[in-house]
């Protein structure tokens, strides 16, 4: 097998990590969906380039068939190593099945607060996505902040809400069960999401002191987090995003942002397109 079936994956992901390590200067809308572009088509190329071992390994041709034509780049793999891949993949499998069992454990222990405004002695708010969802806010919440701080916290729940930030947490967690390593690509996400959402609310109630003061109090007041794994207001990377917030409004990025995310979507389009070996598969299907 040649290096440059593994190489997509390998570029994949240490462009993946650099961005996590160190995010552009971008407004974080652009940054979170550059993060999740990158996440997802990494942890794709990942499972595509162990798929294609497997593949190649168990359905290897005779010397002489039609499909040896379509490998002139690939030597053969030895059974072990296909064993090695499929075993990581079952290990995958299992991963994503025991965080699709924690999703809907969250799920139920936050249906079962109830809707709306909820009797609870810690202070949180929580953006609840689906038809039954929309903004939780405990009773505790309600008693600590002040009429204009609690417009805050609904704009920054809303935001969550209106731009689908859950679906980004969803794949991000899921990337992160097929290659680890995006564990630090997917806390820089869920950063780039509370600043977004921060930024949202600060121009929604035109006070960036004041979303800062906010998202301060609701820390303080008790460091307990949330209950479920929703996105909440106070319970990840408050003291950057409250220097954030009292720092200039960012740039919207209306120009830069769109065509970095273009060439992220091709450059990485064409490096799964490259890892998951579609032709080849295609043809070793039809021929053998």
Known sequence: M????????????????????????????WT????????????????????????????????KSPAQAVLPGHGPIPLPAAVLAAIVMALMAASIVRLSWHWRCDARLV??????????DR?????VPGRSGGVVVSTALLGLLSGRELGVVF????????????LYLAISSVAVR???PLAYTHRALRFALERWADEDAAEAVEDRALTARTIARVALA?????????????????????????EETPSDNS????????GTWVATGGAVSSALQLHHAAVLLVLL
């Open 2 to 29: 040649s290096t440059e079936a593994l190489l997509p994956a390998m570029l994949l992901a240490a462009v993946s990590l650099l961005l996590g390590w160190r995010q552009p200067r971008l407004h974080p809308a």
């Open 32 to 63: 979170a969906r550059l993060l999740i572009a990158l996440s997802a088509t990494t942890a794709t190329t990942v499972f595509g380039t162990l798929g294609f071992v497997i593949l190649i390994a168990t359905a290897q041709p005779p010397p």
């Open 111 to 120: 249906r079962a607060l109830g809707r709306g405004v909820v009797a609870d």
């Open 123 to 127: 202070p949180f708010a929580l953006a």
């Open 155 to 166: 704009q920054h729940e809303a935001a969550h809400l209106r731009h689908r930030h859950h």
């Open 178 to 180: 097929i290659f680890p």
């Open 222 to 246: 008790d460091p307990r987090p949330a209950p479920g794994g929703y996105p909440a207001l106070a319970d990840s990377h408050v003291v950057r995003r409250v220097q954030a917030l009292l």
């Open 255 to 262: 120009l830069a942002g769109p065509i970095l995310l273009s």
